[in-house]
């Protein structure tokens, strides 16, 4: 099977990542994208994730039920280490053998992943599919880094296009601690979870 990995802090998920995740399912005719919540991501200490885990991997669970051909993936959540992509990464290659992997970013992660812990062990495993985002304004900036990773790490690289959803995490938690609303910004049930958990209210 083709499979999808869509990694991030989800804190909280929203609809830009659905649509990221379903661009690349539909794009490259995936048998399924796994969303995988990071518990102890090696780029962000865990005081500066503002949810729990149980709360994160709920929302992910709430945002794509329904969708066809998305689950959760629960084995970095899982894991009291922080997770390296390589190291997940080789975890799947070796437990799924049988599996194509695709490991999907935004542009601007395509322009840090040779910075990554053991990029050389990151690339082997996987194929990456770069979305484009509004952090880089031409395609041509794309090619030449996929050019470039192709010929530093024999990596393979295509590019994702899907929508522009102009939403971030951050925005949103910024949004709700100022009292304003994120509708249309995350799925129903996810806001509605939020709601209810008083998530990323303002503390004063």
């Known amino acids: 099977m083709k499979i999808g990995i869509m990694g991030g802090t989800f804190d909280p998920v929203h609809n830009g990542h659905l ?3 379903k661009a690349a399912y539909e794009q490259f005719g995936l048998d ?3 969303f995988m ?10 005081a500066d994730i503002s949810s729990t ?4 991997l709920q929302m992910v669970k709430l945002a794509i039920a329904g969708c ?4 959760l993936e629960v084995y970095e959540a899982s894991r009291r280490e922080v997770s390296c992509s390589y190291e997940t990464m080789e975890h799947f290659s070796k437990t799924y053998p049988e599996n ?6 935004g542009a601007d992660s395509l322009f840090t992943v040779d910075k990554w812990v053991h990029p050389e062990r990151l690339f082997p495993t996987c194929t990456i599919l770069a979305a484009f985002r509004d952090e880089v304004d031409t395609k041509e900036e794309m090619d030449r880094q996929i050019d470039y990773l192709k010929k530093k790490y024999h990596a393979k ?9 102009k939403v971030s995490s951050s925005e949103l938690r910024e949004r709700i601690r100022d009292g304003k609303s994120i509708q249309g910004f995350v799925p ?13 209210e303002s503390q004063n």
């Open 19 to 21: 649509a990221i995740a």
């Open 32 to 34: 399924k994208v796994w």
């Open 37 to 46: 919540p990071n518990g102890n991501p090696p780029h962000k200490a865990l």
């Open 53 to 56: 885990i149980e709360d994160r």
């Open 68 to 71: 066809t051909g998305f689950r």
């Open 100 to 105: 194509d992997f695709y490991f999907i970013v």
């Open 157 to 165: 690289c295509s590019l994702l296009f899907s929508p522009i959803i």
């Open 188 to 200: 129903e049930k996810v806001e509605e979870y939020i709601k209810k958990e008083c998530l990323y």
